[in-house]
């Protein structure tokens, strides 16, 4: 399975968001727990940079994206995508990117806590609880 995380998922863990950063990590160890393997958008992880830097220093904020990199992937994504993701008619831009993206690294889901934003997406979406709920772990025979 392959999922792309929305910046916000990724965000939520980073910043530690109040009330959101406890689900959106649950759900990427679920992912890991199950082999999945993530994918965040080219542009998401620089959104993740610009704001991970204004709260930490140069050295903090790449430590960061190290870390990042060490669990997922990058979808990348070039001017076709791009003018794929134009063409999508989702109210916004950036969401259509992260459909263009997924859409690039052949994702399965985008996990996303803004379901609405993403109605007309092309890759399957699913919140971090539905996820949970849903990709549960397998059984441990003899437990």
């Known amino acids: 399975m392959r999922i792309l995380l929305d910046t916000n998922i990724l965000l939520d863990v980073l910043l530690n968001r109040p009330g ?5 990590d649950a759900a990427i160890a679920r992912c890991e727990e199950l ?3 993530l994918f965040v958008a080219w542009h998401g992880l620089a959104t ?13 904020a790449l430590a960061e994206v190290d870390r990042i990199l060490a669990w997922a992937h ?14 999508m008619g989702l ?5 259509a990117l992260q459909v ?15 379901e ?8 399957p979406v699913i919140n971090p ?12 025979e003899g437990a």
């Not at 993740?48 to 903090?60: M, P």
């Not at 609405?116 to 890759?123: A, G, I, M, P």
Request: charged content about 30%; aromatic content about 10%; glycine content about 6%.
């Open 20 to 24: 959101l950063a406890d689900e959106s």
């Open 100 to 114: 263009a993206s997924a859409s690039a690294c052949g994702a399965d889901w985008i996990m996303t806590r803004n």
């Open 129 to 140: 609880a539905d996820f949970l709920t849903r990709f549960p772990l397998p059984a441990v």
């Open 35 to 37: 082999g999945a393997e």
């Open 48 to 60: 993740a940079y610009y704001l991970l830097r204004r709260g930490r220093t140069e050295a903090e």
């Open 116 to 123: 609405d934003d993403f109605r007309n997406s092309l890759v």
């Open 74 to 87: 990058v979808a990348t994504a070039g001017d076709a995508e791009a003018r794929d993701a134009r063409a």
């Open 91 to 95: 109210p916004d831009f950036e969401d």
